[in-house]
């Protein structure tokens, strides 16, 4: 008789604690997967072992691999929050390469079940492209997020060399009422004083949290996905137009002009790329038929976010832990 149960998985996260990782973590156990953190701090949730790392030290416990199968490695120290001085550039970058690492090394000294890893990379990847459309194959950019995702790859990318299929998502600007960029822009919006960003006809590469959770989630239990894959919604926007659906969600005017590039430059130095870069890096074919969005649409994105407490699952509600 053909089983149709789906395979369980030992998943080992790396970054579990952070944004994309609190809510994965909670889809992997509803799945039945078993989830282990590699972490500075402790899990608060019970099903949940945590085994410690220090990536500036090189220090782990060898226990976090026992009876692993996947490794979804999204650690990195926050690219939006701090100035990049240069220890932070080195933070930001040694948080996502050296760690995976040392991750590898510790799979060279011990025997292991590891088959698969599957890493967080972003959009970033492509820089500021215009109207182009970004596909996987299309070239890196040469600024600092560009060169920052494509060490971050290659050294991921080092696992090839140890039997181990590997998947790498380039992230879009993941929305949540949680945190990350929709918690910066609605307080503005709601006010009434929203106004578009730059010229207004900059690429956003947008993603629900649950489609990055559900594309997660697929490449855990399909081992036929491997490589670089976009992850973003089908129906990108424009800055202008993305501005215009969050008003229009919140029934307030967009009737300010723009915010001007030179301001954002002056006020945020290099990482005003984050809103003034064109990146239409959209999701392909062969995803699209694997992976059916919950979230296709801007507007669908936005009334599932801030139509219930916690992105509009009510499955996510009793598990997730508030900040
Ligand atoms: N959110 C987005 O819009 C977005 C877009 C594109 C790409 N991404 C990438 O996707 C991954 C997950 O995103 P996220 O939003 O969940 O990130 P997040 O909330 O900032 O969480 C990242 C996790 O990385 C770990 N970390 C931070 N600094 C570290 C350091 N110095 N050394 C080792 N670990 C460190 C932390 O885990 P512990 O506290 O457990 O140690 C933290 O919870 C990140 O790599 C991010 O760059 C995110």
């Not at 609190?22 to 019970?46: C, D």
């Not at 207004?200 to 670089?228: E, F, K, N, T």
């Not at 890096?281 to 599932?304: C, G, H, I, N, W």
Request: with cysteine; glycine share 8%.
């Amino acid at each position: 008789m053909k089983n149709n149960h789906p395979q369980t998985h030992h998943v080992l996260l790396t970054g579990g604690n952070g944004l994309v990782g609190k809510s994965l973590t909670q889809a992997l156990l509803r799945e039945g997967h078993r989830v282990s953190h590699l972490s500075r701090t402790p899990s608060i949730i019970p099903e949940v072992t945590t085994y410690g790392w220090n990536v500036v030290d090189q220090q782990i416990d060898a226990r976090c691999l026992d009876g692993v199968d996947t490794i979804i490695h999204l650690a990195g120290a926050d690219i939006a929050e701090q100035t990049w001085t240069p220890a932070r550039k080195l933070e930001i970058s040694r948080s996502r390469t050296e760690s995976i690492r040392l991750l590898y090394r510790l799979m060279g000294q011990r025997p292991h079940a590891v088959k698969s890893v599957i890493s967080a990379s972003g959009i970033a990847f492509y820089g500021d492209r215009a109207d182009e459309i970004m596909t996987e194959q299309s070239p890196p950019s040469p600024d600092f997020l560009g060169t920052i995702c494509q060490e971050w790859e290659a050294a991921v990318g080092e696992g090839k060399a140890l039997g181990l299929r590997v998947v790498i998502f380039r992230t879009g600007v993941v929305l949540t009422k949680e945190g990350g960029a929709l918690a910066s822009l609605v307080p503005m919006i709601q006010s009434g004083f929203g106004a578009s960003i730059g010229s207004g006809r900059q690429w956003v590469p947008w993603i629900h949290l649950q489609d990055v959770v559900g594309l997660y989630v697929l490449a855990v239990r399909d081992p036929s996905l491997a490589g670089v894959v976009n992850q973003t919604a089908p129906g990108l926007l424009t800055n202008r137009q993305f501005m215009e659906a969050l008003a229009r969600h919140f029934n307030k005017p967009l009737w300010m002009p723009s915010i001007p590039a030179f301001m954002l430059k002056l006020m945020m130095g290099e990482r005003s790329a984050f809103v003034l870069n064109s990146t239409r890096a959209v999701p392909q074919e062969r995803l699209l038929q694997a992976y059916s969005y919950q979230f296709p649409t801007l507007d669908k994105a936005l009334s599932a976010i801030y139509a219930s407490p916690v992105d509009g699952s009510a499955t996510f509600a009793p598990f997730l832990p508030r900040m």
